[in-house]
């Protein structure tokens, strides 16, 4: 498997911690290609190569390699090696293809068996055989982690730092905070809580303060008025916004569907909105954060049952119907120490 390039911080709080930022990627991102083998023949004359591509493609379509290419130098691909090399010229015969065009010299190579999703896989995989490459800008970013700026690792830094002071405030191992990136805002805050309820975990009870902010919670006591700072309990609230004069807390008000401009925005739960957790989540808070409809989640450090990386990666799977985006190592030497200091 493949490293992901990791961005080293450089704001004035993790100068000198070292840490880094890292995307946790599906595995068909960063893996080395599949490979298969194929027949391939020697075109006798390079003259007549386009037309018997054209033949071959109309006799012998490769319809599960369309994203190679049926040429390279003089060789061309005939199929997959399913048949005996014998059977591949018999089946050529009968579909009526000149067979004095090839030099019946069948051989198997190896090539790539899916397209390449990224630049990396595409020069691999073209040194195997010349394939098809349209690159996606965005995948090119996330698969090289050249998706944020070095002011966006502040305010990522910054909310991590928040998701810290959280925990600390609390005397607890883990926090959390909930984001919402269209206003900039804290909207909600969690920190473990597994002494009033096992599964009271600080994702898990950062997600009820959200449904706080939108007129329900089952948590805790409800506020008898909701309001944008709903999720965040009152002394929290008063702490963190006396250490972060510059950040914004609150949610925007709550709209229901019918009320919403686009509806894709919500209004259920979490929807586009950042989550950041000093620790990896596990398959519980994981599973709950994609029924959320989170947008991207960021941890600090891996924990030993952790659902984003360490023992799964449940956001790729792609059966679920939702999917977030993962980045790993935030913060990592503060969010670490937080089980030193509690």
Request: net charge positive; aromatic share 8%; with cysteine.
């Given at each position: ?135 996606d800008k965005y995948i090119e970013k996330i698969s090289t982690n050249k998706l944020f700026t070095q002011i966006d690792l502040e305010k990522h830094s910054q909310y ?122 596990c398959v519980m808070c994981a599973m709950a954060l994609i029924h959320s409809r989170v947008k991207r989640v960021f941890f600090g450090v891996n924990s030993t049952n ?19 985006e993962v980045f790993g190592g935030l913060l990592s030497g503060i969010c670490k120490s937080l089980d030193d200091t509690l």
């Amino acid at each position: 498997m493949n490293s992901v390039k990791r961005l080293k911080l450089s704001t004035d709080d993790t100068s000198n911690l070292n840490d880094i930022l890292y995307p946790v990627l599906p595995d068909d991102l960063i893996l080395d290609p599949i490979v298969i083998d194929v027949y391939v023949d020697t075109v006798c004359d390079t003259k007549k190569i386009s037309h018997v591509i054209l033949e071959l493609n109309s006799k012998l379509p490769m319809l599960e390699l369309t994203h190679l290419k049926r040429m390279k130098n003089k060789e061309i691909i005939l199929c997959p090696t399913s048949t005996k090399p014998a059977e591949v010229m018999e089946l050529l015969s009968e579909k009526n293809f000149d067979l004095s065009l090839l030099r019946n010299n069948i051989h198997a190579v190896k090539v790539a068996k899916f397209p390449p999703k990224t630049r990396k896989q595409f020069e691999k995989m073209n040194k195997l055989w010349p394939c098809n490459f349209h690159p996606d800008k965005y995948i090119e970013k996330i698969s090289t982690n050249k998706l944020f700026t070095q002011i966006d690792l502040e305010k990522h830094s910054q909310y991590m730092l928040i998701a810290i002071d959280t925990a600390k405030f609390a005397k607890r191992h883990i926090g959390a905070v909930v984001v919402d990136p269209k206003i900039d805002s804290v909207v909600a805050i969690g920190f473990s809580q597994t002494n009033e309820g096992p599964c009271r975990h600080a994702a898990m009870v950062a997600v009820d303060n959200v449904a706080k902010t939108q007129k329900g919670g089952v948590w805790n006591s409800k506020p008898k008025h909701p309001s944008k700072t709903s999720g965040i309990p009152e002394i929290f609230l008063k702490h963190l916004q006396e250490k972060y004069s510059n950040v914004t807390f609150g949610s925007q008000e709550f709209r229901l569907k019918d009320e919403l401009i686009e509806p894709t925005d919500g209004p259920y739960l979490c929807t586009g909105y950042y989550v950041y957790l000093t620790r990896e989540p596990c398959v519980m808070c994981a599973m709950a954060l994609i029924h959320s409809r989170v947008k991207r989640v960021f941890f600090g450090v891996n924990s030993t049952n952790g659902a984003l990386e360490t023992l799964c990666k449940i956001h790729t799977i792609k059966d679920l119907n939702h999917h977030y985006e993962v980045f790993g190592g935030l913060l990592s030497g503060i969010c670490k120490s937080l089980d030193d200091t509690l």
